[in-house]
């Protein structure tokens, strides 16, 4: 085993990795950008080097630097993590030729798999069914629109050493192929510095269904059973869990050893995963076929450790170690079933937009295992309380990971758990995850990766939590910040108390965008009445901690946990949660005209292209630039119609949230 190695990776996987490290007493080396100086994953190892600027590719994409640093720090070994540097063969290659082990396969199993349409060439020598596609190297954008039509729309574009979601598009008809082309090809020379595509028949109803497997030095190759991941958004999983729901005993031994095939074929060692396309078929069997192989640890490893109970990146480091792989095909068993949900900064309500902020709150489940372990919720996180989400890298914030015995409890746990993760001071999508998680087709495992869309009205317009629950909340929490302050005797309390009559107190409040006047009514006789939008109902709050209030209102009871921050009180109910703000009458005295028909940058930024040229007439709802934020690429849409005044910033530069940028004048 290594006395030390270097994790050449940042946020939740970098703290994973060093997780395991310590149990098996191996020290590990940080590397951090200008942005990671005080992050969580610098602050768990041993040592920490820094590698530049807040840039990914001036600071964890330098993989010279990071070889440097290993040097430097005695580390024998590098772990990549997954994402940067994982799959990257000249990384690989140049950890060996400086005398290091890289935890991962060899470079030229990397190669093989690296580009999506070699391995696919590959899959097809080797006998294991491709979906009908163009693979070839020629990316010439004319053959790629006539490949497109011969295969039948819709197609699926791919950036061909993508992943990730990263340089993909769905692509309905054959006059949006042109520009859905070259947004792939900027955003995976962008991702991975390859625009080559392939381009495949997009299947109707996929399901997405991964094996894991794993090599050794000694030429042992096992298969530790399936994940389906077919929940997506923006091709980008959401959900995932193991075993696959419906998968049949004698499907998942064929899908394994055809996996196992495959990572035989290109000498693979360590752990990696082979993905499938799955069909149903009218019997309720799958119909599969290749899709590619990524030559690294996934970021959903954690399921099949829940059902499996072994460590992950224990085996990786035993593997790269030299010693064989710890068990058998014969000797692994699956034990229940595991589902780990993303927790994202984005806004779900606005496509799913990466937000950025700092975590004002960030609270988990009361019991929580941050290592493996069947029974509790298991969270794999990067950041904590006070952290920011930067524009520079991806929006995860968390992995939330629950067991269960069956799917069934699995999914109970993993509503509770949801339903206890409290996250305040940017937009994240915990309140979207509890809707798929409860939702008919997810719970009755009516999987494909349309799921989010062929749900939208349930997962998108389902009735948020009530004002009165939230605004109860708000009272709950005031009334209990201002009695702590005070003294007992009656003379300088402030909650309403009159020697003769009742009392009442206003609170102007603003919930999703509308005005609520709330008043609080003490009657004589010490009962509480609370006043909202024409309804009356008797409210009386009890504290059980500093953000946690046992709530009557009317005839039904709650517990509530509510936060402050600021003017804004963010309100978790068990029927769901909500953000109010609360009004200051003489703050507000002059309104700012509106800021209607300015087309502004939703998040930091770079600006990738315009679309529209000074003095173009433009449509409302018509695209007109494109920016890169948190590795992806938005396409934004003109606010009204107009024409192009002026361009207020050039392609490439840098945007902060809520920057003009461009000037849209009325029609003449």
């Not at 947004?183 to 595509?197: I, N, P, W």
């Amino acid at each position: 085993m290594f006395n030390k190695i270097l994790i050449a990776n940042r946020g939740e996987i970098a703290c994973r990795v060093a997780a395991t490290a310590r149990r098996l007493g191996v020290r590990t080396v940080a590397v951090y950008s200008d942005a990671d100086a005080q992050a969580r994953h610098v602050r768990v190892c041993d040592e920490a080097v820094h590698v530049g600027a807040a840039a990914p590719r001036e600071s964890y994409l330098r993989w010279q630097r990071i070889i440097e640093a290993a040097l430097a720090t005695g580390a024998q070994a590098v772990h990549p993590g997954y994402g940067f540097l994982s799959e990257n063969e000249e990384f690989a290659r140049a950890c060996a030729d400086a005398g290091l082990v890289f935890i991962g396969p060899p470079a030229s199993a990397i190669a093989a798999m690296g580009s999506k349409s070699a391995a696919k060439t590959l899959m097809e020598q080797a006998g294991v069914p491709l979906v009908p596609g163009y693979h070839g190297r020629d990316n010439d954008p004319a053959l790629l629109q006539r490949e497109a039509e011969r295969i039948g729309f819709p197609v699926l574009i791919k950036a061909s050493a993508g992943g990730g979601g990263k340089g993909m598009r769905r692509v309905e008809q054959a006059a949006d192929f042109a520009a859905a082309l070259a947004s792939c090809q900027r955003e995976a020379l962008s991702s991975f510095g390859d625009d080559h595509v392939l381009v495949e028949r997009y299947v109707t109803r996929p399901r997405h269904i991964e094996i894991q497997v794993f090599g050794d030095t000694q030429g042992q190759c096992v298969y530790l059973f399936e994940r389906d991941c077919s929940v997506q958004r923006r091709h980008q999983k959401v959900l995932e869990e193991a075993p696959a729901p419906g998968m049949s005993a004698t499907r998942r031994a064929e899908m394994g050893a055809a996996a196992v095939a495959a990572a035989r074929a290109v000498g693979y060692v360590g752990a990696g995963t082979v993905e499938f396309i799955a069909e149903e078929l009218d019997d309720g069997d799958l119909r599969f076929y290749f899709m590619e192989m990524n030559t690294r640890l996934q970021v959903e490893h954690p399921v099949t450790e829940a059902i499996t109970g072994l460590d992950l990146v224990e085996w990786q480091l035993r593997v790269a170690s030299g010693e064989p792989l710890p068990l058998q095909q014969q000797q692994l068993q699956m034990h229940g079933h595991a589902i780990e949900a993303r927790i994202c900064a984005e806004n779900p309500d606005a496509n799913f937009l990466p937000a950025t902020g700092t975590l004002r709150v960030a609270r988990w489940p009361t019991h929580v295992a941050f290592e493996r372990s069947a029974e509790l919720p298991r969270v794999d996180s990067g950041v904590g309380e006070g952290d920011a989400i930067s524009p520079y890298y991806d929006s995860m914030i968390a992995k939330l990971i629950v067991w269960g015995a069956d799917r069934a409890q699995a999914l109970a746990r993993l509503d509770a758990a949801l339903r206890d993760t409290h996250i305040m001071g940017l937009h994240t999508n915990v309140a979207f995850l509890r809707r798929v998680v409860g939702s008919r087709a997810f719970s009755t495992a009516d999987l494909d990766t349309a799921l989010i869309e062929r749900e939208r009205p349930a997962l998108f317009e389902a009735p948020p939590l009530a004002p009165a629950w939230a605004a109860a909340g708000v009272v709950a929490h005031r009334l209990r910040a201002e009695a702590a302050l005070e003294d007992a005797d009656p003379w300088s309390r402030r909650d309403g108390w009159r020697m003769h009559g009742g009392a009442r107190r206003r609170f102007d409040l603003e919930l999703r965008g509308q005005a609520h006047a709330l008043v609080i009514e003490r009657l004589h006789d010490g009962a509480t009445v609370m006043l909202l939008d024409g309804q009356r109902w008797t409210f009386e709050a009890r504290a059980l901690g500093a953000d946690r209030h046992d709530v009557t209102l009317g005839a039904e009871r709650a517990t509530l946990a509510v936060y402050r921050d600021g003017e804004r009180f963010a309100v978790f109910a068990p029927g769901g949660s909500a953000l109010l703000t609360e009004i200051d009458p003489l703050a507000h005295a002059g309104d700012h005209a509106a800021e209607g028909g300015r087309l502004t940058a939703p998040m930091p930024g770079k600006v990738i292209a315009f679309l529209a040229a000074a003095g173009q007439a433009v449509r409302q709802g018509e695209p007109v630039a494109v920016m890169e934020a948190m590795k992806m690429e938005h396409t934004l849409h003109a606010p009204r119609d107009g024409v192009v005044e002026e361009l207020l910033y050039a392609v490439g530069d840098q945007v902060a949230e809520g920057g003009e940028l461009l000037r849209l004048a009325a029609q003449a």
